[in-house]
C-alpha cells in the first residue's frame, strides 16, 4: 500500500492542562501518514483521484485551530478519527508535538496509529 504523508504542519491552538496554558494559544507541530492506492491517480495524473493532501491539511488545520483539548493524546486521537472516517482512510499515523513544552527538550509529543496498517 502506498502512503501520502504531511509533515511540519504548524497550528496555534489550546492544549495544556495548567490554567495559564488554557490562556495562551500555543502552536503544534502536526505529521501524517496516511494509507492510499496512489497507482490510478499515477496513471490519470488527475486530483480526484487521489487522497488530496491540501483538503486534508485544511480540515486538520482548522479543526485543530478552533479546538481546546488539555492533552496532546485527545487532540491527536481526534486528529485521526476525522482523517479516517471524513477521508475514506484505512491507515493513519498521527504525530503531535508540542516545541517547548519540557525546558531542555526540543519538543514532546504522542505518536498514534488507528486502523489497519499497510504492509
Aim: proline share 2%; no cysteine.
Amino acid at each position: 500500500m502506498d502512503k501520502i504523508f504531511l509533515n511540519e504542519l504548524k497550528v496555534d491552538t489550546t492544549i495544556g492542562i495548567w490554567e495559564w496554558e488554557r490562556r495562551i494559544r500555543q502552536t503544534v507541530v502536526i505529521d501524517l501518514e496516511m494509507s492510499a492506492d496512489v497507482a490510478t491517480a499515477a496513471t490519470t495524473d488527475d486530483v480526484a483521484d487521489t487522497l488530496n493532501y491540501k483538503s486534508v491539511a485544511k480540515r486538520v488545520q482548522d479543526f485543530v485551530a478552533g479546538s481546546s483539548f488539555q492533552l496532546v493524546e485527545t487532540l491527536a486521537e481526534r486528529i485521526a478519527e476525522i482523517i479516517r472516517d471524513e477521508f475514506d482512510v484505512a491507515w493513519v499515523k498521527v504525530r503531535v508535538n508540542k516545541p517547548g513544552a519540557i525546558r531542555g527538550s526540543k519538543d514532546v509529543g504522542v505518536l498514534i496509529e488507528r486502523g489497519v496498517r499497510p504492509d
